[in-house]
């Protein structure tokens, strides 16, 4: 039985494998949405965890040394570990998120309205083949934002880790 979700996901999907997506729509109106739709809901509600498995990032700015929060898209990869790709919309670019786990992998995720502390490790070039492939069995096609790109896509597995004793 096909549940409401997977015909929202089947309708949106060829949406964001467009240029216009790509270049335009997602950049420009899916962050403040993800943001306000957050602050509404006190963390609780993600709009792309409507079609997704979605998470905030809370890492801290490899040059500001602030704290900043990224909502992403992740695929669960067994014992509590999430994959993250900082595709940027297919941009040049990579994400500032993914230059501030290189250089403090120790953040933390809210899923569902619950935060928990996580150290991220990049996946190694020798798995990310398979990576790619369980990303796309939840979102197919997602790996051509990297072919967009001109770029290799740092991809992250999140392990979540146990709050320090004080």
């Known amino acids: ?5 997977d015909v929202v996901r089947a309708a949106i999907a060829p949406l964001t494998r467009t ?4 270049r335009v729509l997602g950049p420009a109106l899916l962050p403040p949405l993800e943001r306000f739709v957050t602050w509404v809901s006190r963390g609780r509600v993600q ?3 409507l079609l997704v498995p979605s998470l905030v990032l809370h890492t801290v700015g490899a040059r500001s040394g602030e704290p900043r929060d990224a909502p992403l898209m992740y695929t669960p990869d067994g ?4 994959i993250v790709a900082g595709t940027n919309f297919a941009g040049a670019r990579h994400p500032a998120w993914t230059s501030n786990l290189i250089a403090n992998p120790d953040a933390a995720i809210t899923v569902r309205g619950r935060r928990m502390p996580v150290r991220a490790s990049l996946v190694p070039d020798d798995e990310r083949d398979a990576v790619w492939a369980r990303i796309e069995t939840q979102w197919p096609g997602y790996r051509n934002y990297e072919r967009s790109s001109g770029r290799q896509v740092r991809l992250f597995r999140l392990q979540p880790v146990r709050e320090s004793q004080a």
């Open 47 to 49: 709009v792309s965890a």
């Open 1 to 5: 039985m096909t549940s409401v979700v």
């Open 19 to 22: 240029r216009l997506f790509r």
């Open 79 to 82: 014992q509590g570990r999430a």
